[in-house]
């Protein structure tokens, strides 16, 4: 069964600090996407990253970096130097991308990032 | 290009009273999706079209939920009868299915939610 796990509840960080989301998922899809989107307060999901099963190729986007490991299953999301804007809660999703797959996003629930100042 | 538009942003309601709920896709996807999320929690899929067609629909969604897309562009999403359980965000997205890996196709890009409280 499709499942996607995120462990940490809340983090709490100073601003400056980095900080690494977790994400654990579990398929048996060989090919499917997984995703990270962001929900500031005004609760919209903002899209920030996509991957490819086929694609362990890990990523550096400004102060955005992700960290995905087939191996293990986990496609972690790190914040270098965070910022008070950074504050919201991020999701971690798959999309089973199989010949039968359905089309819908399963999300974890969530980890709540708050950068203090 | 516009994003996924939701309407209206917010409802409060009666319990056993029917609403109805907007999502405007962005123009050029195919694929539309309608989430719920309650308090806490991650959004949970609900449905989804093609083009017209309805491909899936979650056991989440009861005999009292509707959704429609009759001309492949915008949906609605109709709760009859509302119960105090159905209080929640109701997400819309859409996408641009494509078998191909490149660029952000298949990616599902949300609306701004429609949060209904029922009394």
């Known amino acids: 069964a499709q499942k996607v796990t995120q462990a940490q509840t809340e983090i709490s960080v100073v601003e400056k600090e980095d900080v690494t989301l977790d994400c654990v998922y579990e398929?048996?899809?060989?090919?499917?996407?997984l995703f990270w989107y962001k929900q500031p307060p005004s609760g919209e999901l903002v899209f920030l990253i996509r991957r490819n099963s086929f694609d362990e190729q890990n990523e550096i986007s400004g102060r955005y970096s992700w960290n995905f490991q087939k191996s293990t299953s986990s496609f972690n999301f790190t914040i270098t130097a965070s910022q008070v804007v950074d504050s919201a809660v991020y999701f971690c999703a798959l999309y089973e991308g199989g010949s039968g797959n359905t089309g819908k996003l399963i999300f974890g629930q969530g980890t709540t990032l708050q950068v203090k100042p | 290009d516009t994003g996924v538009s939701q309407d209206p942003r917010h409802k409060i309601t009666k319990r056993g009273q029917n609403v109805t709920f907007r999502c405007d896709p962005i123009?050029?996807?195919?694929?539309l999706y309608w989430y719920r999320q309650t308090l806490g929690q991650g959004p949970e899929f609900l449905t989804y079209f093609q083009n017209e067609a309805q491909l899936e629909k979650s056991r989440l969604l009861s005999d009292r939920f509707s959704a429609e897309r009759p001309k492949g562009s915008f949906s609605t999403l109709e709760i009859q009868r509302t119960e105090q359980g159905d209080s929640a965000m109701y997400l819309c997205?859409?996408?641009?299915?494509?078998?191909?890996?490149?660029?952000?196709?298949?990616?599902?890009?949300f609306g701004p939610g429609t949060r209904l409280t029922v009394l």
């Open positions: 398929t048996r899809d060989t090919t499917y996407y």
């Open positions: 123009s050029e996807h195919n694929r």
């Open positions: 997205a859409s996408s641009l299915a494509f078998k191909g890996t490149s660029g952000n196709k298949n990616t599902q890009y």
